[in-house]
């Protein structure tokens, strides 16, 4: 090196210029002989900037076609420290490139780097980190493992960035360094800021992804942090969520995945097996508590739902298959439109997007049959796409689409694209056999394209018809004939063989042509493909055992010839036939079953979709992709049995590790813009150098001790970081104090929002007090100065709280009717107040349109006066007012007014029969409009149900004047379940999608039974349909009075009369189906109680239990 | 992750390679070439590849292959979006996404591959931030960068990247201040025999061309934003805004940017803007067969319909064409079979008709099928869906924008069977 450079400064730059200077970077490569190289030499040595940069451009074109450049590595790295940015970076990438073929030279550059891992500047300290950590030399690993430790501890988010991608390079390098790279990662996930949090997950992912561990603490930080992430990142921690969510939560769909796996399976033909399944696990269910979604589990729905809209297809199809693996079944449903989406993109991601869709359809087919017509196929799509385009068609179909597919695929069956026709008649023939109703005309339509021209086509069809007919052979004797007349023209060896094995099977049904065409094949025998000549083998054995006396000679003719056949597969074949079918005195007693074995009724072929199943693979991965297991694929893990404990996602508010919020970045960003140019290095290098070097003699020391160490040694270096750091720390002040001011704005404004808002769900409830302590510490001093930047940072806040109670009023919703869980319970004041001013309010507004009485009036009181006489406690029940206002009907809200604009919508389930539908349960709605304008045709629109629920909408309201509140009721068939009612609700401008899910002890009338019909009707319900639990009784359940109101409390049940005092007995109807409910509490010493409910219906039956349990114990 | 990229073009060659990790020897596009030569049509090359020891993930864009290696499980569209989005880039700088282009700034397309990728995973993928580190080539500068031998790359701080909104630089200032939007709308649709519509919806989008100086924040409003069922933005836009209020409220990229797309799904009604009248059948006796196409204007709401033009896939036995237009012109291509008749303007009065016979290869049978229209047609001033943008406002600058809104519906993949 030193020699070259002398010849360098004898020869001086300027001189060699105009040589060079002609010659563009493209030009010169393709000769790669030496003297080019000599010439690249001398230009890197040369003192002038603009020759070096020039020698660099053509390395690196060398580089990118792929030539080797290896042997100019000494000229290149010394140019490592070069003021030119530009020449700077490319010998970057010159050295990333060949650092791990020359390690020793490689070396020379790494004090540079260290030199830069000091630099006060962020984006000089990371790219110097990133570059470190690109060369792959294992001599430095212990360089950079303290590197990356200090970096993960840096000030700025974006070296703690690049510090989480080093994580990987170095894992890579050496995995032995895993242990310690894990508690980076660990740091590192603690992380509060979006830049980071991608990166680290990635790293997560590659070093340790099942460390499943490390996430519980950050789980709900990376949920909420995740729409700001960038879109890479999101989609790596959606895919590490997914996984998350799986082994921590239990399976949404736990009571109705039986219902839907027995529906699912009759398709596919059940079997035996199956039902004893079934069985078994309908006696499981029956123990199993009703299902409570975790808050935490709600959270990661609720905040990757927006992310559907991205316009990085990657992160929809994250989206999708959380949803799809994650997803209550009802709420699967909204990926359809995102991924149908998707379809319009370039053809490579239609193809992933169609593989995915195509899984999904098999497990969920309604999800996408609104969608049907976009996977219709268009002549330009490329082959591939029509294929799987057809699969998914084909999987959607059912009795009711199946014409409109037909005639679809009709169009097909012309394509020019013979593959493509083919996998339409094998689509056909999947319909055909899944949808019984359309087996003929299938059948017809593929008899008809026999006679087609394309030879391909009749092949495709001959396979398919053999297929179809081997599930009803008597009905079509005439095609079979039809078919044995295309042996002469068909050439196909598959449609061959296929006809072939049809008239053998089938033989009896055409007793006269049969041994003609055995006759005909005889002649042909030797000229046949292989598989042909097997089947005409089977078709003389079959012939000989039904028709001896007309094939004898000839079946005797085909064996021979097969005797002495080239394959060794077909002379077995001969040789194993002959010994069975023709009688010698050696055969013994096989031969008497040779008819059977031969013409045993063989079971129909199922025709099923490549598809069925892949779903064990995580949708959207490779190895779902390919089918197969890809290397470093995180096996989807099953839903556990009962949820671990949840609590280990509680973080402790005071952290220790400081937090580095979203202002940092900006504030950074404005003082940088002082300072110097990129990459510069215009500082001494005595000084730094020396320091460097003594960091990372001290750290290789103390490198293999664990890493509580690590944070010391962090702060003695930021110590011997002299001047600069200092002022580091004071940034680091004022950024607290801006931090300060936009948590006390935020803080202003949330109790207001609370008062308004109602609950919070716990979990960011817990997270939220933690920050207002914190800011209650600091609060004081700041005054109003407020920089624009931050201004805006306020506003993302905003959004993002709004977004947070917002949901959180979403959550309830959803969790209220469930059960009603004890820690509500003081929220619940606060509600009352709203609940009573309403109630007011329709006092007021007697004279509504609707017919059914306003006045919620205990509906139990009225008809229960008659059954309850005589005993001690009506007239307490008789005057709803006194009693607590757990008697009284509990509002629920449909449409909060600042989601609403406005317009506040609450509803109840009055219990009144609901008129015109009997088996339709009431649901009484209240209107409210709080704006300044009227507020006009309010109506619904698109009820999105689950099959066989109903919605009888209310009249629709022409008008509501400001300030003015109408109440209207409206009927609802829940089919007896618990599942949400959707719908639009509408006004003259807006649309709201609202759901209304009920209580199960909505889903009940009263029914009036004696004493003696109750004990009569209690013994039919024994056995499964008994559900019995003990429980304590509530402090306030002192007495049967109380006990009554709160069972009727808490279901619409009546009384049923009863002899001991010990017993309370309750009977009512479900709604729907009129099945019998009956509750019984017995009440024992020191508070204890019995529970128990007989109900045929076992789900309503534990979902009821539960509500009681929690009501009674209250 | 990605661990390497190779671009090859469509005659094979392999003119460029760049490896993020260790070094993957080119051999390993064997298996692409094998794939590539059973695929026939570059289209149906499988997107994904799997060799004995990597899976090649290929996108194919403007002529060249994209094809990347990776040694682990990573999500398919990962790989597949961000090989587009370099492609994006690719076209961003240098005008065109094209070998030559390539080939031409190769030092430049290294170093953007460089940053965009770390370690195989994505780094910074805004083309705010990247040129920010890197300056796309102009002519001027190209002129100047040969004189001086200064550079390419930026020696301001990449501080984009630093920024919790990524996608602005810093310090923009414009003399003029301007925001444009394009409403852009394309009829994907399938007509049948009759006419009768099989298969239509709308995709639109909304690009955006904003130069505004400092950070303004923007909102634009619709007059019927109910149209708008199904939607994505880019990462700019406040979801939440959008969800409560049905406005799009954003901190603009600087410069040209696609600010959302939506898609208006068949259910509801959407206007056909053209119907055509064909007929096309071929014989079995003699060597022939006719074609009579005659286009004219449906739901046009009153908007002229341009740059029409009809194109059909010609079954592999038709020979040549002897055609006769009303208006404008065709072509007849006997290697691709592709017969394109371009009209132009659609003028109602006297709608254009193509008229005429085909001559078959003799002794060949009659093709089964006959062929599909293709239909591209361009109307200005008109968003077929009827979407309507009320309103532009900013927030946080002082001075006063132009703005401009744009309409233009466009066929898709617009196509009539016969």
Same mark, same amino acid.
């Given at each position: 090196?030193?020699?070259?450079?002398?010849?360098?400064?004898?020869?001086?730059?300027?001189?060699?210029?105009?040589?060079?200077?002609?010659?563009?970077?493209?030009?010169?490569?393709?000769?790669?002989?030496?003297?080019?190289?000599?010439?690249?030499?001398?230009?890197?040595?040369?003192?002038?900037?603009?020759?070096?940069?020039?020698?660099?451009?053509?390395?690196?074109?060398?580089?990118?076609?792929?030539?080797?450049?290896?042997?100019?590595?000494?000229?290149?790295?010394?140019?490592?420290?070069?003021?030119?940015?530009?020449?700077?970076?490319?010998?970057?990438?010159?050295?990333?490139?060949?650092?791990?073929?020359?390690?020793?030279?490689?070396?020379?550059?790494?004090?540079?780097?260290?030199?830069?891992?000091?630099?006060?500047?962020?984006?000089?300290?990371?790219?110097?980190?990133?570059?470190?950590?690109?060369?792959?030399?294992?001599?430095?690993?212990?360089?950079?493992?303290?590197?990356?430790?200090?970096?993960?501890?840096?000030?700025?988010?974006?070296?703690?960035?690049?510090?989480?991608?080093?994580?990987?390079?170095?894992?890579?390098?050496?995995?032995?360094?895993?242990?310690?790279?894990?508690?980076?990662?660990?740091?590192?996930?603690?992380?509060?800021?979006?830049?980071?949090?991608?990166?680290?997950?990635?790293?997560?992912?590659?070093?340790?992804?099942?460390?499943?561990?490390?996430?519980?603490?950050?789980?709900?930080?990376?949920?909420?942090?995740?729409?700001?992430?960038?879109?890479?990142?999101?989609?790596?921690?959606?895919?590490?969520?997914?996984?998350?969510?799986?082994?921590?939560?239990?399976?949404?769909?736990?009571?109705?995945?039986?219902?839907?796996?027995?529906?699912?399976?009759?398709?596919?033909?059940?079997?035996?097996?199956?039902?004893?399944?079934?069985?078994?696990?309908?006696?499981?269910?029956?123990?199993?508590?009703?299902?409570?979604?975790?808050?935490?589990?709600?959270?990661?729905?609720?905040?990757?739902?927006?992310?559907?809209?991205?316009?990085?297809?990657?992160?929809?199809?994250?989206?999708?298959?959380?949803?799809?693996?994650?997803?209550?079944?009802?709420?699967?449903?909204?990926?359809?439109?995102?991924?149908?989406?998707?379809?319009?993109?370039?053809?490579?991601?239609?193809?992933?997007?169609?593989?995915?869709?195509?899984?999904?359809?098999?497990?969920?087919?309604?999800?996408?049959?609104?969608?049907?017509?976009?996977?219709?196929?268009?002549?330009?799509?490329?082959?591939?796409?029509?294929?799987?385009?057809?699969?998914?068609?084909?999987?959607?179909?059912?009795?009711?689409?199946?014409?409109?597919?037909?005639?679809?695929?009709?169009?097909?069956?012309?394509?020019?694209?013979?593959?493509?026709?083919?996998?339409?008649?094998?689509?056909?023939?999947?319909?055909?056999?899944?949808?019984?109703?359309?087996?003929?005309?299938?059948?017809?339509?593929?008899?008809?394209?026999?006679?087609?021209?394309?030879?391909?086509?009749?092949?495709?069809?001959?396979?398919?018809?053999?297929?179809?007919?081997?599930?009803?052979?008597?009905?079509?004797?005439?095609?079979?004939?039809?078919?044995?007349?295309?042996?002469?023209?068909?050439?196909?060896?598959?449609?061959?063989?296929?006809?072939?094995?049809?008239?053998?099977?089938?033989?009896?049904?055409?007793?006269?042509?049969?041994?003609?065409?055995?006759?005909?094949?005889?002649?042909?025998?030797?000229?046949?493909?292989?598989?042909?000549?097997?089947?005409?083998?089977?078709?003389?054995?079959?012939?000989?055992?039904?028709?001896?006396?007309?094939?004898?000679?000839?079946?005797?003719?085909?064996?021979?010839?097969?005797?002495?056949?080239?394959?060794?597969?077909?002379?077995?074949?001969?040789?194993?036939?002959?010994?069975?079918?023709?009688?010698?005195?050696?055969?013994?007693?096989?031969?008497?079953?040779?008819?059977?074995?031969?013409?045993?009724?063989?079971?129909?072929?199922?025709?099923?979709?490549?598809?069925?199943?892949?779903?064990?693979?995580?949708?959207?991965?490779?190895?779902?992709?390919?089918?197969?297991?890809?290397?470093?694929?995180?096996?989807?893990?099953?839903?556990?049995?009962?949820?671990?404990?949840?609590?280990?996602?509680?973080?402790?508010?005071?952290?220790?590790?400081?937090?580095?919020?979203?202002?940092?970045?900006?504030?950074?960003?404005?003082?940088?813009?002082?300072?110097?140019?990129?990459?510069?290095?215009?500082?001494?290098?005595?000084?730094?150098?020396?320091?460097?070097?003594?960091?990372?003699?001290?750290?290789?020391?103390?490198?293999?001790?664990?890493?509580?160490?690590?944070?010391?040694?962090?702060?003695?270096?930021?110590?011997?970081?002299?001047?600069?750091?200092?002022?580091?720390?004071?940034?680091?002040?004022?950024?607290?104090?801006?931090?300060?001011?936009?948590?006390?704005?935020?803080?202003?404004?949330?109790?207001?929002?609370?008062?308004?808002?109602?609950?919070?769900?716990?979990?960011?409830?817990?997270?939220?007090?933690?920050?207002?302590?914190?800011?209650?510490?600091?609060?004081?001093?700041?005054?109003?100065?407020?920089?624009?930047?931050?201004?805006?940072?306020?506003?993302?806040?905003?959004?993002?709280?709004?977004?947070?109670?917002?949901?959180?009023?979403?959550?309830?919703?959803?969790?209220?009717?469930?059960?009603?869980?004890?820690?509500?319970?003081?929220?619940?004041?606060?509600?009352?107040?709203?609940?009573?001013?309403?109630?007011?309010?329709?006092?007021?507004?007697?004279?509504?349109?609707?017919?059914?009485?306003?006045?919620?009036?205990?509906?139990?009181?009225?008809?229960?006066?008659?059954?309850?006489?005589?005993?001690?406690?009506?007239?307490?029940?008789?005057?709803?007012?006194?009693?607590?206002?757990?008697?009284?009907?509990?509002?629920?809200?449909?449409?909060?007014?600042?989601?609403?604009?406005?317009?506040?919508?609450?509803?109840?389930?009055?219990?009144?029969?609901?008129?015109?539908?009997?088996?339709?349960?009431?649901?009484?709605?209240?209107?409210?409009?709080?704006?300044?304008?009227?507020?006009?045709?309010?109506?619904?629109?698109?009820?999105?149900?689950?099959?066989?629920?109903?919605?009888?909408?209310?009249?629709?309201?022409?008008?509501?004047?400001?300030?003015?509140?109408?109440?209207?009721?409206?009927?609802?068939?829940?089919?007896?379940?618990?599942?949400?009612?959707?719908?639009?609700?509408?006004?003259?401008?807006?649309?709201?999608?609202?759901?209304?899910?009920?209580?199960?002890?909505?889903?009940?009338?009263?029914?009036?039974?004696?004493?003696?019909?109750?004990?009569?009707?209690?013994?039919?319900?024994?056995?499964?349909?008994?559900?019995?639990?003990?429980?304590?009784?509530?402090?306030?359940?002192?007495?049967?009075?109380?006990?009554?109101?709160?069972?009727?409390?808490?279901?619409?049940?009546?009384?049923?009369?009863?002899?001991?005092?010990?017993?309370?007995?309750?009977?009512?109807?479900?709604?729907?189906?009129?099945?019998?409910?009956?509750?019984?509490?017995?009440?024992?010493?020191?508070?204890?109680?019995?529970?128990?409910?007989?109900?045929?219906?076992?789900?309503?039956?534990?979902?009821?239990?539960?509500?009681?349990?929690?009501?009674?114990?209250? | 992750?990605?661990?390497?990229?190779?671009?090859?073009?469509?005659?094979?060659?392999?003119?460029?390679?760049?490896?993020?990790?260790?070094?993957?020897?080119?051999?390993?596009?064997?298996?692409?070439?094998?794939?590539?030569?059973?695929?026939?049509?570059?289209?149906?090359?499988?997107?994904?590849?799997?060799?004995?020891?990597? %899976?090649?993930?290929?996108?194919?864009?403007?002529?060249?292959?994209?094809?990347?290696?990776?040694?682990?499980?990573?999500?398919?569209?990962?790989?597949?979006?961000?090989?587009?989005?370099?492609?994006?880039?690719?076209?961003? %700088?240098?005008?065109?996404?094209?070998?030559?282009?390539?080939?031409?700034?190769?030092?430049?397309?290294?170093?953007?591959?460089?940053?965009?990728?770390?370690?195989?995973?994505?780094?910074?993928?805004?083309?705010?931030?990247?040129?920010?580190?890197?300056?796309?080539?102009?002519?001027?500068?190209?002129?100047?960068?040969?004189?001086?031998?200064?550079?390419?790359?930026?020696?301001?701080?990449?501080?984009?990247?630093?920024?919790?909104?990524?996608?602005?630089?810093?310090?923009?200032?414009?003399?003029?201040?301007?925001?444009?939007?394009?409403?852009?709308?394309?009829?994907?649709?399938?007509?049948?025999?009759?006419?009768?519509?099989?298969?239509?919806?709308?995709?639109?989008?909304?690009?955006?061309?904003?130069?505004?100086?400092?950070?303004?924040?923007?909102?634009?409003?619709?007059?019927?934003?109910?149209?708008?069922?199904?939607?994505?933005?880019?990462?700019?836009?406040?979801?939440?805004?959008?969800?409560?209020?049905?406005?799009?409220?954003?901190?603009?990229?600087?410069?040209?940017?696609?600010?959302?797309?939506?898609?208006?799904?068949?259910?509801?009604?959407?206007?056909?803007?053209? %119907?055509?009248?064909?007929?096309?059948?071929?014989?079995?006796?003699?060597?022939?067969?006719?074609?009579?196409?005659?286009?004219?204007?449906?739901?046009?709401?009153?908007?002229?319909?341009?740059?029409?033009?009809?194109?059909?896939?010609?079954?592999?036995?038709?020979?040549?064409?002897?055609?006769?237009?009303?208006?404008?012109? %065709?072509?007849?291509?006997?290697?691709?079979?592709?017969?394109?008749?371009?009209?132009?303007?659609?003028?109602?009065?006297?709608?254009?008709?193509?008229?005429?016979?085909?001559?078959?290869?003799?002794?060949?049978?009659?093709?089964?099928?006959?062929?599909?229209?293709?239909?591209?047609?361009?109307?200005?001033?008109?968003?077929?869906?009827?979407?309507?943008?009320?309103?532009?406002?900013?927030?946080?600058?002082?001075?006063?924008?132009?703005?401009?809104?744009?309409?233009?519906?466009?066929?898709?993949?617009?196509?009539?069977?016969?």
């Amino acid at each position: 090196m030193s020699a070259s450079s002398a010849f360098s400064d004898e020869k001086g730059g300027s001189a060699s210029e105009p040589e060079y200077g002609h010659d563009p970077a493209s030009g010169g490569i393709f000769s790669s002989d030496y003297k080019r190289h000599d010439d690249l030499k001398e230009m890197l040595d040369s003192n002038k900037d603009s020759l070096k940069l020039e020698a660099m451009k053509r390395i690196v074109a060398m580089i990118a076609r792929g030539k080797n450049a290896s042997d100019l590595f000494p000229a290149v790295v010394k140019n490592v420290a070069c003021k030119n940015i530009e020449v700077k970076k490319l010998v970057y990438v010159y050295l990333v490139r060949y650092a791990e073929e020359q390690q020793d030279l490689a070396l020379l550059s790494i004090s540079t780097f260290q030199r830069g891992l000091k630099d006060p500047n962020q984006l000089i300290r990371a790219s110097a980190l990133r570059v470190l950590s690109s060369i792959r030399v294992t001599i430095i690993v212990p360089i950079m493992m303290l590197a990356i430790k200090e970096a993960a501890s840096d000030m700025s988010p974006y070296v703690r960035k690049t510090a989480a991608h080093a994580i990987p390079k170095l894992h890579s390098l050496d995995p032995e360094q895993k242990d310690q790279l894990i508690e980076v990662i660990e740091k590192l996930l603690a992380d509060k800021t979006t830049l980071v949090a991608g990166s680290v997950v990635m790293a997560f992912e590659e070093v340790c992804p099942d460390r499943i561990d490390l996430i519980h603490k950050n789980y709900r930080k990376l949920c909420n942090l995740l729409i700001d992430v960038e879109e890479w990142g999101q989609v790596v921690i959606i895919n590490m969520l997914t996984r998350y969510a799986r082994t921590q939560f239990l399976n949404p769909n736990i009571n109705e995945s039986l219902l839907e796996e027995s529906s699912d399976k009759a398709f596919y033909a059940s079997d035996d097996e199956e039902d004893e399944d079934k069985k078994a696990e309908v006696a499981t269910l029956a123990k199993r508590k009703p299902y409570v979604m975790d808050p935490d589990h709600r959270l990661l729905l609720r905040n990757t739902k927006p992310l559907l809209q991205s316009r990085n297809a990657a992160v929809v199809m994250a989206v999708a298959q959380l949803y799809f693996h994650l997803a209550p079944k009802a709420e699967v449903g909204i990926i359809a439109k995102a991924l149908v989406r998707l379809m319009r993109s370039h053809s490579e991601v239609q193809y992933v997007v169609l593989q995915n869709v195509a899984t999904m359809t098999i497990k969920r087919r309604g999800m996408f049959e609104p969608y049907l017509k976009s996977f219709y196929i268009r002549s330009t799509d490329p082959t591939q796409i029509k294929i799987l385009k057809l699969e998914v068609l084909t999987n959607l179909a059912n009795e009711t689409n199946i014409s409109t597919i037909l005639r679809e695929f009709q169009t097909y069956i012309k394509s020019m694209d013979k593959d493509f026709v083919a996998a339409s008649i094998q689509a056909i023939g999947r319909c055909a056999t899944n949808i019984g109703e359309v087996r003929d005309t299938c059948l017809n339509g593929l008899v008809q394209l026999l006679s087609n021209r394309d030879e391909l086509v009749v092949a495709e069809s001959v396979v398919v018809i053999k297929k179809l007919l081997q599930m009803q052979p008597e009905q079509h004797s005439d095609i079979i004939k039809h078919m044995a007349k295309l042996i002469d023209n068909i050439q196909v060896p598959m449609a061959r063989a296929s006809i072939l094995w049809l008239i053998g099977e089938y033989c009896e049904h055409v007793p006269k042509i049969a041994p003609d065409v055995l006759r005909k094949m005889a002649k042909t025998f030797n000229n046949e493909e292989d598989i042909v000549k097997l089947q005409i083998i089977n078709l003389a054995a079959k012939l000989y055992l039904t028709n001896s006396k007309q094939t004898k000679l000839l079946t005797q003719y085909v064996l021979n010839l097969a005797k002495y056949d080239q394959n060794y597969d077909i002379r077995d074949r001969a040789r194993f036939i002959r010994q069975l079918i023709v009688p010698t005195d050696k055969s013994g007693a096989l031969n008497k079953y040779a008819k059977k074995l031969f013409l045993a009724l063989k079971p129909a072929p199922i025709l099923e979709s490549p598809f069925k199943d892949r779903d064990h693979f995580q949708l959207g991965s490779l190895s779902h992709l390919l089918n197969a297991k890809a290397g470093g694929y995180q096996e989807l893990p099953d839903w556990p049995e009962s949820a671990p404990d949840p609590s280990v996602r509680n973080v402790e508010v005071k952290d220790s590790i400081p937090e580095w919020s979203k202002c940092t970045s900006r504030k950074d960003r404005k003082e940088k813009k002082v300072e110097k140019p990129f990459y510069s290095d215009s500082e001494g290098e005595s000084g730094p150098t020396e320091s460097a070097d003594s960091e990372s003699d001290t750290g290789s020391g103390s490198e293999s001790a664990s890493a509580s160490d690590e944070s010391g040694s962090g702060s003695e270096s930021e110590e011997s970081g002299e001047e600069t750091e200092s002022e580091e720390e004071e940034e680091d002040e004022e950024k607290e104090k801006k931090r300060k001011k936009r948590l006390d704005k935020t803080k202003a404004k949330k109790p207001a929002e609370e008062s308004a808002e109602s609950e919070q769900s716990s979990g960011t409830e817990d997270r939220k007090r933690g920050r207002k302590a914190v800011k209650n510490q600091k609060s004081a001093s700041e005054s109003e100065s407020e920089s624009e930047s931050s201004e805006s940072e306020d506003e993302s806040e905003e959004e993002e709280s709004e977004e947070e109670s917002e949901s959180d009023t979403d959550i309830r919703k959803k969790k209220t009717p469930v059960s009603k869980q004890p820690p509500k319970q003081s929220k619940k004041e606060s509600k009352k107040e709203t609940q009573e001013m309403s109630l007011l309010d329709l006092d007021d507004f007697e004279p509504a349109p609707a017919s059914a009485p306003v006045t919620p009036v205990n509906f139990l009181s009225s008809s229960l006066v008659s059954d309850l006489e005589g005993l001690s406690l009506t007239d307490t029940i008789l005057a709803p007012t006194t009693i607590a206002p757990s008697g009284l009907i509990k509002m629920y809200e449909l449409l909060h007014r600042i989601t609403g604009e406005g317009l506040a919508v609450e509803y109840c389930f009055s219990r009144q029969p609901f008129s015109p539908e009997p088996n339709m349960v009431a649901v009484q709605i209240q209107f409210t409009n709080n704006t300044n304008s009227e507020t006009k045709n309010l109506h619904i629109e698109e009820p999105r149900m689950q099959s066989g629920m109903r919605i009888r909408e209310f009249a629709e309201i022409d008008m509501l004047a400001a300030g003015e509140s109408v109440t209207v009721v409206m009927g609802i068939d829940f089919c007896d379940s618990t599942q949400a009612a959707n719908f639009q609700l509408c006004t003259h401008t807006r649309k709201f999608f609202v759901s209304i899910q009920p209580p199960v002890g909505e889903l009940m009338t009263p029914a009036f039974l004696t004493e003696n019909d109750f004990k009569k009707e209690q013994g039919k319900l024994m056995g499964m349909n008994e559900i019995s639990e003990k429980l304590t009784l509530g402090e306030k359940c002192v007495n049967e009075h109380v006990i009554v109101e709160r069972v009727t409390a808490t279901a619409n049940l009546s009384r049923v009369p009863c002899g001991s005092d010990k017993e309370c007995r309750f009977a009512g109807k479900t709604v729907s189906s009129g099945c019998l409910v009956l509750v019984t509490v017995t009440t024992k010493e020191g508070g204890a109680a019995q529970l128990t409910v007989n109900c045929e219906k076992m789900v309503i039956g534990t979902m009821l239990v539960k509500d009681m349990m929690q009501a009674l114990s209250q | 992750m990605i661990h390497s990229l190779f671009l090859i073009n469509n005659a094979g060659d392999l003119f460029l390679e760049k490896h993020w990790k260790s070094v993957v020897s080119r051999s390993v596009c064997d298996y692409f070439f094998e794939a590539r030569e059973k695929a026939v049509e570059p289209d149906n090359v499988p997107p994904v590849i799997r060799t004995p020891h990597h %899976y090649l993930i290929n996108i194919y864009r403007e002529k060249i292959f994209f094809v990347s290696v990776i040694q682990t499980e990573v999500p398919p569209l990962f790989v597949i979006e961000f090989l587009h989005r370099v492609a994006e880039t690719f076209q961003d %700088y240098f005008g065109e996404c094209s070998e030559t282009t390539i080939k031409d700034n190769m030092v430049i397309v290294y170093e953007l591959l460089e940053e965009m990728l770390d370690n195989g995973f994505p780094l910074a993928t805004e083309s705010n931030i990247l040129k920010e580190l890197i300056r796309p080539p102009t002519i001027l500068r190209s002129m100047v960068n040969t004189i001086t031998g200064s550079s390419n790359v930026g020696d301001t701080l990449p501080t984009g990247q630093l920024s919790t909104i990524p996608w602005r630089r810093a310090g923009v200032k414009y003399t003029n201040n301007e925001a444009y939007f394009d409403v852009v709308e394309e009829i994907d649709a399938i007509l049948d025999k009759s006419g009768t519509t099989v298969f239509a919806e709308i995709q639109g989008v909304i690009d955006a061309c904003v130069k505004l100086s400092g950070m303004p924040d923007l909102t634009l409003s619709f007059m019927n934003p109910r149209l708008l069922d199904d939607v994505s933005f880019h990462p700019c836009v406040r979801y939440k805004r959008w969800e409560s209020e049905r406005v799009i409220s954003f901190i603009p990229p600087d410069g040209n940017f696609q600010l959302m797309s939506y898609h208006i799904s068949a259910q509801n009604l959407v206007a056909i803007p053209i %119907y055509v009248k064909q007929n096309i059948s071929f014989f079995e006796t003699g060597p022939s067969g006719r074609l009579d196409i005659t286009v004219g204007p449906k739901q046009t709401m009153g908007k002229t319909v341009e740059c029409l033009v009809v194109t059909v896939h010609m079954p592999k036995v038709v020979l040549s064409a002897s055609l006769n237009a009303t208006q404008g012109t %065709y072509n007849y291509d006997p290697v691709t079979k592709i017969l394109v008749w371009d009209i132009g303007k659609l003028n109602p009065q006297k709608l254009p008709n193509l008229k005429g016979s085909l001559s078959l290869q003799s002794g060949a049978p009659k093709p089964e099928e006959n062929p599909s229209l293709n239909i591209d047609l361009k109307i200005q001033q008109l968003a077929i869906s009827g979407l309507k943008v009320n309103r532009l406002d900013m927030y946080g600058e002082k001075y006063k924008p132009f703005k401009g809104v744009k309409y233009v519906t466009k066929a898709g993949k617009f196509q009539v069977r016969t």
